[in-house]
């Protein structure tokens, strides 16, 4: 089973930008679906970004048009690039593999999770 390992968190002003990644380890994401999940202090978590094997994507309303979700060639490595952060952006980000199912994203392995600040 792939286990998933997220990097690239930290401390950032808002305006600023981050780029996670998500390292894919024991297999590739191959076939599977990938998402990016995130959990604000004090609130409900909530689905970021997906991105199919075949490379859609689709993205919450909070996020569209700042941030981007790939993957590289091999299917390796998950990103998230973070661009013009918000305070309100900050939390715990979670990477995730999963399913397509009745065109919901299903996760099914979860990263660690790395924690992303906006402050200035």
């Known amino acids: 089973q792939v286990q998933l390992v997220e990097s690239g968190g930290g401390l950032v002003q808002p305006g600023g930008s981050l780029r996670l990644s998500c390292a894919a380890l024991?297999?590739?994401?191959?076939?599977?679906?990938s998402g990016w999940y995130r959990h604000p202090p004090g609130k409900q978590r909530e689905l970021v970004a997906t991105i199919t094997s075949g490379g859609s994507t689709n993205y919450a309303d909070s996020v569209q048009g700042r941030f981007t979700i790939s993957t590289d060639n091999a299917k390796n490595t998950l990103f998230l690039q973070m661009n013009t952060l918000k305070p309100e952006d900050t939390a715990v980000y979670y990477c995730?593999?999963?399913?397509?199912?009745?065109?919901?994203?299903?996760?099914?392995?979860w990263g660690q999770g790395t924690q992303v600040t906006v402050s200035s």
């Open positions: 995730t593999a999963g399913i397509i199912s009745s065109r919901d994203y299903v996760p099914g392995r």
């Open positions: 024991g297999s590739t994401l191959g076939a599977l679906a």
